[in-house]
């Protein structure tokens, strides 16, 4: 079988397993005994799991340690709502300022001539602005700090999604951004519901997983680029790939930039799940914990990003809250469980990860990966071929 022939059964068999999963997840979100956490882990986590994948590429894939992504979802998440809030809520949702707003609505102006469609297609297009938005900062952002290595470069991205952050709420930003209250009333995943009869189809589920789909599909074509190629020989070796003719600079930008955009769709589909977005959301410990996603999965490894975000979302959300409720057998109080007991357990499970899986759970492979054959394995098939 040709290398051609083997790249088109790998896609096929994705666009298949595509479509299967998410025939499941429109299954599972119209289902009435489905557990409500669980939904909320799957959207959840489809979202984290393209925000990690996007910190891989940057982290794992070029060797650059950047701990900015709060800060650029943070961006995401506020121009794709200040883009979306409806004309008329605009008023009552900026009540401290005066004419706050933006006075349209993009999916509002989309979806009047062309109905559901314009509003996908509206939704889409902010989606891609957000990105854009914190593309452009991440550009401004790189210029002095992609020259600092390691811990500086660290430091320095930190700052900057820290300032980021305090600008949102600057009283004289106010009338665009709200200042430190509350933006809601925009599109959420819950508008692309379709409503036939007295019947709705919920896609809440769906919608989230494809978004986010479309994205990891276009970071992994990516990587396997020659532009991927690239990332990989600075991480592995910056000087050899001066010698073989890289830009440094030039391919650590790019990295940089387009990292931060999938962080901006990624915030703004983090502000479509909760319908509301508020800066305090965005402190440095979000990315703590994308951080810690990408390090339990693996540095370098897309598909280990995707599963410990799963895993991450729903031990922190959902299979451990049973730790912060008090517990009574009888007359006995069962000891240690209390509210924040759920955080100490998560801790040493992490902890136990990374003992235990120095690389994480996928290391540097992907999960459909073949394991390179051994030497002794090989030779013995060469003296068969002969």
């Known amino acids: 079988m040709t290398m051609k022939q083997e790249k088109k059964r790998i896609y096929l068999r994705a666009a298949l397993g595509l479509i299967a999963l998410l025939a499941v997840l429109l299954a599972l979100d119209n289902l009435s005994f489905v557990p409500s956490m669980l939904l909320t882990v799957l959207r959840k986590g489809a979202i984290y799991a393209l925000v990690a994948v996007s910190m891989n590429l940057l982290n794992g894939f070029t060797g650059l340690f950047s701990l900015g992504q709060a800060g650029f979802m943070l961006l995401g998440a506020y121009t794709y709502a200040i883009l979306t809030i409806p004309a008329a809520s605009q008023k009552s949702i900026y009540q401290r300022y005066a004419n706050g707003g933006i006075g349209f609505s993009i999916p509002e102006l989309l979806s009047k001539p062309l109905g559901g469609f314009g509003l996908l297609l509206g939704v889409i297009f902010c989606l891609i602005l957000a990105g854009c ?29 820290e300032i980021i952050r305090a600008a949102v709420v600057y009283e004289g930003f106010g009338p665009l951004t709200n200042g430190s209250n509350l933006l809601y009333g925009f599109t959420s995943f ?24 479309i994205c990891i599909a276009i970071i992994l074509l990516l990587i396997n680029s020659t532009y991927g190629r690239a990332f990989k020989a600075i991480r592995d070796d910056e000087i050899a790939a001066e010698a073989m003719g890289i830009n440094l600079a030039s391919h650590k930008r790019m ?28 402190k440095s410990s979000m990315t703590y914990e994308i951080l810690l996603i990408v390090v339990i999965g693996g540095i370098g490894s897309v598909s280990g990003s995707i599963i410990a975000s799963f895993l991450f979302i729903a031990s922190s959300e959902w299979l451990l809250r049973f730790l912060d409720n008090e517990t009574w057998i009888g007359g006995f109080r069962v000891p240690l469980l209390r509210s924040g007991f759920r955080m100490v357990v998560f801790s040493v499970i992490i902890m136990a990860v990374v003992l235990f899986f120095r690389k994480g759970i996928m290391g540097d492979r992907e999960l459909f990966q073949k394991k390179p054959a051994s030497a002794a394995k090989a030779a013995k098939k060469e003296v068969r071929s002969k």
């Not at 819950?190 to 789909?213: D, K, Q």
């Open 133 to 161: 938005i914190a593309a452009l900062f991440a550009f401004l952002i790189g210029l002095p700090v992609l020259k600092l290595k390691s811990d500086y470069l660290a430091i320095a991205t930190l700052g900057f999604a």
């Open 190 to 213: 819950s508008n692309f519901n379709i409503t036939l009869g007295g019947f709705t189809l919920h896609l809440e589920t769906v919608m989230p997983f494809l978004f986010s789909g």
């Open 255 to 282: 990295s940089f930039i387009i990292s931060s955009f999938f962080a901006g769709i990624s915030g703004a589909m983090l502000a479509m799940y909760q319908a509301s977005v508020q800066a305090t959301t965005f």
